[in-house]
């Protein structure tokens, strides 16, 4: 009996540990689980966070993302406003109010809601001396970019009801989308070193997308539109090479050739007379190196499109005699 307890005793010895381990795992496990998926631990963790991606460059990079892989800018507003109504109790005496709509402020700004951070700004130099000058440097800017980015046309949605129809007074689009490069080029200068440069070349991006995307929607009752089109498409590629989004240029100017090509195939069938397999040869030439050129980049979602978008567009091939165009 004495032996039986000595190794029973024995065995509990060695089991603790074990367990110990086990439920040491398991609480970590759960504990990590509750991390990844519950609530900020507070208003000021949230303001951490955005702090430390205040400075990113976001014309190059793509926007850092939270644990939960949101956008860490919508991600601090939402968590905000979800603190505010948490926590109403222990902040209703307004002690951070004015850091509240400062935060919220740094974060609708990188969300192209330059109105309302401005409002947002001013709201807090109000209530704090501290961040008076700061939030009133940051509101001047603010109206600056809201000023610019109403210059001219601008991406269309295509799911808006009312839309309005597009101007065909191509000069006048130009122009007030230079203005509008102009406007947003001089802000770029002055704020050198901070992080407004970032945002600001993001809006010229979006003005030269912009001018791209009209002159390709026109092409059709503008003289020339076609040529003016492939060249604001191609300037859009060449002049933002170094941008986060330089693969989806390359992927809309391959998508243009593709379009001319299936026009030019559906106007001239390749077994008449009149098709030149030259001529769209050269078309397809173009796209098929894009299609490749944006397939060979590991990791980006573009990569896959791309590869897609290339199978597609061989198959066209297949429909035309094998004697009209080289394979």
Request: hydrophobic share 45%.
């Amino acid at each position: 009996m004495i032996r039986r307890r000595r190794g029973w005793g024995l065995a509990v010895l060695l089991l603790a540990p074990l367990s110990l381990v086990t439920s040491g795992c398991e609480t970590f496990s759960a504990r990590q689980a509750e991390a990844i998926y519950g609530p900020s631990e507070g208003i000021l963790e949230t303001v951490a966070v955005l702090r430390r991606h205040v400075p990113d460059d976001t014309y190059r990079f793509p926007p850092a993302t939270d644990f939960t892989g949101r956008n860490v800018y919508r991600a601090t507003v939402l968590r905000l406003e979800s603190l505010e109504r948490v926590e109403a109790e222990a902040i209703r005496t307004g002690y951070m109010d004015a850091v509240l709509l400062f935060a919220k402020a740094r974060a609708l700004e990188r969300l192209r809601a330059y109105d309302l951070a401005a409002q947002h700004y001013r709201e807090s130099a109000r209530r704090s001396t501290d961040l008076r000058d700061d939030a009133l440097a940051s509101a001047a800017i603010c109206d600056r970019l809201a000023g610019a980015v109403a210059i001219g046309v601008d991406l269309r949605d295509p799911l808006a009801e009312s839309s309005g129809p597009l101007s065909l007074d191509a000069a006048t689009v130009r122009r007030d989308l230079d203005e509008r490069t102009a406007q947003l080029s001089l802000l770029e200068g002055e704020l050198e070193g901070s992080h407004y440069r970032w945002i600001a070349q993001e809006e010229i991006e979006r003005a030269d997308r912009a001018r791209a995307a009209y002159f390709v929607a026109t092409r059709h009752v503008q003289p020339e539109g076609t040529l003016l089109a492939l060249q604001e498409l191609q300037r859009v590629a060449s002049r933002h090479g170094a941008s986060k989004l330089r693969l989806r240029h390359l992927l809309d100017l391959a998508e243009f050739y593709v379009v001319l090509a299936r026009e030019y195939v559906a106007a001239i069938p390749p077994a008449s007379l009149d098709f030149d397999p030259a001529r769209f040869a050269e078309i397809s030439d173009a796209a098929i190196r894009l299609f490749e050129l944006v397939a060979s980049h590991d990791g980006r979602p573009e990569k896959l499109e791309a590869t897609r978008q290339l199978e597609a567009f061989l198959a066209l091939g297949l429909g035309i005699d094998a004697d009209r165009v080289e394979r």
